[in-house]
């Protein structure tokens, strides 16, 4: 870990904590507990909007194997939810920031068959479609917060909320024109030139080979579209988690204010990707929305940690399956039965 995850770590830990002494750790927990197995339920229903995340990378892959596994083999679909499963865990329990998870899901892809250049490629355009996509559900947030914020003074979190989709908007922007400027290229120029000493040319010819392939997967402009589609589709069906969470907790809402507390609380959260995990600003998020749909503070610091609870819940097994997975791939390897990857 490097000292600046370090200090956002500790600076998001304290925060977290922070909030749960001021609403009173007893009350929070007595809430938590409250919805029982419904946890394991909520953890269940994320795999419907883990399948559709797994649609946008799929259908941007190319219907393909590498030429050392069998010719014109389609990838299976359960390849692609195996990465993106593995990817979130990695993204939700590792202090990795939001790197972490893209980096695992290429690898994963990978190993299974998919040539490194191509695996990379639909995991960067799929990783921009959902952001763009969080952003349009982000503002339909808006929208709806409007409408609640013109029956109360709550100018000052709808300000929030806007700098917190302004943030992501800027970084999605910034994202995607590095992309089309040859962003993997030029990141190992600058890499090359700061660490030097060695031969980056074989490294060089695959980053540009990757950044081809970016270039070339969004010139087919109907598997993007169909990518952020699966994306936005994901974003939408997660507010289901939302309404059950509340309603095993003893809060139920409705599905309106389930989904302002979404697609309002990812956006918060997403703004602050640099902490890992976005402790402390998720929950932070959650009791500045809670006014709007009469939520008590107790109910809104619970809903965070069933979310973490779920994140828990299945990111562990996930992380536990890619150390198996890696330990077998490193086996293979090691007995020549594994292909190069190009």
Do not use: C
């Amino acid at each position: 870990m490097t000292r600046a995850a370090l200090i956002l770590l500790s600076i998001g830990t304290a925060l977290f904590v922070g909030l749960l002494a001021w609403q009173g750790f007893g009350s929070v927990a007595s809430t938590l507990l409250a919805a029982g197995w419904g946890l394991a339920l909520v953890a269940a229903f994320h795999v419907v909007p883990l399948a559709l995340d797994a649609g946008a990378i799929s259908t941007l892959l190319p219907r393909h194997r590498d030429n050392n596994a069998q010719a014109h083999e389609p990838l299976p679909v359960r390849d692609a939810l195996f990465a993106r499963w593995i990817g979130e865990s990695v993204n939700s329990l590792l202090p990795a920031g939001q790197i972490g998870g893209p980096v695992v899901m290429v690898r994963q892809l990978s190993q299974r068959g998919m040539r490194m250049r191509d695996a990379a490629a639909a995991i960067t355009v799929s990783t921009t479609a959902q952001a763009l996509a969080q952003i349009i559900f982000a503002l339909f947030g808006l929208l709806m917060f409007g409408a609640y914020a013109a029956h109360g003074a709550l100018h000052d979190l709808r300000t929030a909320t806007l700098i917190a989709t302004a943030v992501l908007g800027g970084m999605i922007v910034g994202f995607y024109y590095a992309q089309r400027r040859g962003l993997f290229g030029r990141l190992l120029g600058v890499l090359s030139k700061v660490f030097g000493k060695r031969d980056w040319s074989g490294l060089m010819t695959r980053a540009e080979a990757v950044d081809a392939a970016v270039q070339a997967m969004y010139r087919e402009r109907a598997r993007v579209a169909a990518s952020f589609a699966f994306s936005l589709a994901g974003w939408i069906v997660g507010t289901v988690e939302v309404w059950l969470a509340l309603r095993f907790l003893g809060h139920p809402v409705d599905w309106v204010d389930a989904l302002l507390l979404e697609s309002l609380g990812q956006a918060i959260r997403g703004a602050a990707f640099m902490i890992p995990g976005s402790l402390g600003v998720q929950e932070g998020g959650y009791l500045l929305l809670a006014p709007l749909v009469g939520l008590p503070p107790d109910a809104a610091l619970a809903l965070s940690l069933a979310k973490r609870a779920r994140e828990i819940l299945l990111g562990l097994p996930g992380l536990l399956v890619l150390h198996f997975s890696e330990r077998s791939w490193q086996r293979r390897r090691a007995l020549g039965r594994v292909p190069a990857v190009d």
